[in-house]
Nanobody, 114 residues
Framework: QVQLVESGGGLVQAGGSLRLSCAAS????????MAWFRQAPGKDREFVAR????????YYADSVKGRFTISRDNPKNTVYLQMNSLKAEDTAVYYC???????WGQGTQVTVSS
């Protein structure tokens, strides 16, 4: 089992930046991918970004491409999401996910004021 703890959420004005962190513990040797998802009020959880743990290849949702960057620090078992040029529609609870056996963090709230 992998345990995930997100941090770094908060309130920011539109156009601002935030960096989210997700620290993994437990069976971290089993991780092959880590991803960020988000869920806005009244909406389904949606994919934001994913990174391969070994090679570092990254993938993004079209809605965040060019504004968000996912990265990882393997020795620290931590994945980051740098979010720039934030928009009101980025407001959501952001969740970290590890794979291939899915584990989820508890989420961190990001609120962007317009």
């Amino acid at each position: 089992q992998v345990q995930l703890v997100e941090s770094g959420g908060g309130l920011v004005q539109a156009g601002g930046s935030l960096r989210l962190s997700c620290a993994a513990s437990g069976r971290t040797f089993s991780i092959s991918t880590m991803a960020w998802f988000r869920q806005a009020p009244g909406k389904d959880r949606e994919f934001v970004a994913r990174i391969n743990w070994s090679g570092g290849s990254a993938y993004y949702a079209d809605s965040v491409k060019g504004r968000f960057t996912i990265s990882r620090d393997n020795p620290k078992n931590t994945v980051y999401l740098q979010m720039n040029s934030l928009k009101a529609e980025d407001t959501a609870v952001y969740y970290c996910q590890s794979g291939p056996v899915y584990s989820w963090g508890q989420g961190t709230q990001v609120t962007v004021s317009s």
